[in-house]
């Protein structure tokens, strides 16, 4: 964890990856996944929950023309004022209870080890931001106690660890974002008359699901709610919690059946949880939340959509509206400006652009990959087998389709079948391969083995299928059909260092191609794990050691997200936008080679035949899928392709027709290279030639006349010299395509010969 000084005290900024806890009882449900790890055998791009499995389009709006609707319903909905007073009562009583817990002295145990003392049931941590300093008070947004997320102005207890979370700090930015939904819910019920469903951050903004009577949810009403939002952010509307017991929750939402099923399935009876008030808007929720509204100095609705109660299309059909905001109004702008390049990133508007891929209709989610994506795609594959071939990797390739019975031996058939496409042959179950490690672990099986024998390093270019919700398809980032670079290591545990050391490595060479930066952190054991803890306890070791030589200093951990079936360490990579995408993983397995009944002959095997050794399982993926990290890498590049990887190297224009056999000519002996070539021979000027080509995003273009013609060279101009429209440099052509080919060789990300 990096720790910033500030003043007396330090303001965390973790660098670890934030694990959305059980968000506040019902907002787990909707919260927003990031960008899947790539496993080999827990299913790649999950479905982020909430997200249906089918579409369903909005309702005609019946209301007329939304910006004609007022801006707050009056009489504004009862339920409102029923809550209230609920609230005003139950909560006099609570105050009256903390009023009556004993001040005793307490420590505060700041993160850079000192001390403040304090009282308890009085001093709060925004309490301790002020003695510090007003700039610290003002911008932290949350506090963290003993490790649990604390609202800054409620009181402490007892004697504690607290740290001050501000808004670059990921747990602190949730929280912020999450205090937001409350804020668009409140303007949402004034404005709809709704009944609230879930409100949850998620990676970049939040959102809240409601279902609203009679009218659907458009762009011409996002001003009306920025209004009331800016409203209730003038306010400074308190965030003030409540423990409620079941009993008056159930009275308290009684009008809304969404909040009455969150209560009867998720609060046990006789038991009680707490719901936040902000102005007249009360949720059912266990926060924590921001001191008040006024924290909120830029809020902005971005889109909306439509969704299903509980991801079921047989239930109702409810209106999801998503929004950002920040603690500071030119973070706004900037965020605007992002959005703004983003959209010229776009990989699927570069993909029609520069005619790479599409997509269809009639095989959703499945990528058609055109003559010149699929050279960007072949040439992935290419760098990853030379990879292999210098690094003892065994190609192998496994069928697409296996019996049910494999999936039950493995637990996927148990787990996820219902992600899974499945078929009847032979009036047995079968399904598509989700994932290659069953298959491997056959292979593997398929003879004996001896330890002489390990590591085996087996890899696929397989292709997978899972049954994504039709709703989260989108572009080359979540898809049904894609192949993986998967790879399964099977070794012995003493071996488990000096693979992983390997794989660093390895991951070190694939993404320093691609001028990418990466974040490791270390997935611990899980509260539902199986095995023993020795032998996790074991590997993890293993796995620290192993970052600690490799990366000192720059690893986190994220305690308790490994796998069920061992510690993983999750690669988070860093676009050109600065957004962060999971494309990598290692993960020990120590339970699939235990299912499949898995064993190698030991060195003891001649003293005792019967002695099993079972391998240790480690998967890996660097590229992850080939799909969506073409669509990372389309978006990192801007469609500005490094050398080797574009589709598009070389154009070749004659100025005049007299030159257009030589202009063939060269674009030939390029192409006997091994380079990709066109030559325009067409009817159009030379300056439309050149500017269709540099549209088109050729790195190089050569062009020839009469004088390169006499040199046997080639006028080479470079797509990187913005703004050049002078005559370029003028190069024999022998020459020209040696440094072409070394640029593709050497794999350089600079386009300069």
Known sequence: MRVI?????????????????????????????????????????PAPVGVPKKEKPAKKDKGGDASKVPLELSPPPSYIDHRIQMFDKLKAEYDEFVKNQPRQEISITLPDGSERKGTSWQTSPLDVAKEISKSL?????????????????????????????????????????????HVLGEASEKHYGCNLCLGPPTDDGFFYEMAIDERAVTPADYPNLETLAKNAVKEKQKFERLIMSKEDLLKMFEYNKYKKHF?????????????????????????????????????????????YWLNDASQDSLQRIYGISFPDAKQLTEYKAFLAEAAKRDHRKIGKEQELFFHHDLSPGSTFFLPHG????????????????????????????????????????????????????????????????????????????????????????????????????????????FVQDDTHVFCMPSQIESEIEALFDFLERIYGLFGFEFRLTLSTRPDTFLGKIETWDAAEKQLSNVLERFHPGKWSINPGDGAFYGPKIDITIKDALGRSHQCATIQLDFQLPEQFKLKYRGPDAHDDPEVVHRPVMIHRAILGSLERFIGIITEHTGGKWPFWLSPRQVLVVPVAVPYKDYASEVAQKLLDAGLFVDVDNGADTLPKKIRNGEIAQYNF??????????????????????????????????EVVQKFVELKTERRLQNKI
Request: glycine share 6%.
């Open 137 to 181: 008070a003002d911008r932290v947004v949350i506090a963290k106690v003993d490790g649990e997320l604390w609202d800054l102005e409620r009181p402490l207890e007892a004697s504690s660890k607290l740290e001050l979370l501000d808004f670059e700090h990921p747990e602190g930015k949730k929280v912020f974002w999450h205090s937001s939904a």
């Open 263 to 307: 209560i009867e399935t998720k609060v046990p009876d006789g038991t009680s949880t707490t719901v936040y008030r902000c102005g007249p808007m009360i949720d059912l929720c266990l926060g924590p939340h921001i001191p008040n509204t006024g924290k909120i100095k830029a809020f902005m609705v971005t889109k909306s959509s439509a969704s």
């Open 701 to 734: 273009i050569l062009v020839v006349g009469q004088e390169e013609l006499d040199g046997r060279s080639v006028n080479v101009r470079n797509r990187d010299d913005v703004g050049t429209k002078a005559k370029g440099e003028m190069i024999p052509l022998d």
């Open 5 to 45: 000084a500030r003043t007396a005290i330090t303001l965390v900024r973790s660098t670890t990856r934030h694990r959305i806890p059980l968000y506040r009882l019902a907002h787990n449900m909707s919260a927003s996944a990031p960008h899947p790890v790539e496993s080999s055998i827990h299913p790649a791009h």
């Open 374 to 481: 699929a050279r960007i795609y072949n040439t992935l594959v290419s760098l990853m087998k030379e990879e292999y071939h210098k690094r003892g990797y065994q190609e192998v390739i496994s069928p697409n389709m296996y019996n049910s019975k494999l999936w039950q031996t493995s637990g996927h058939w148990q787990h996820y079948k219902d992600d899974m496409f499945t078929l009847s042959v032979d009036k047995e179950e079968f399904a598509l391969k989700p994932m290659n490690c069953p298959g491997h672990c056959l292979i593997f099986d398929a003879r004996d083995r001896s330890y002489k024998e390990l590591p085996i390093r087996m890899a696929e270019f397989g292709v997978i299928h899972r049954n994504e919700a039709s709703g989260a398809l989108s572009g080359l980032t979540r898809v049904r059909r």
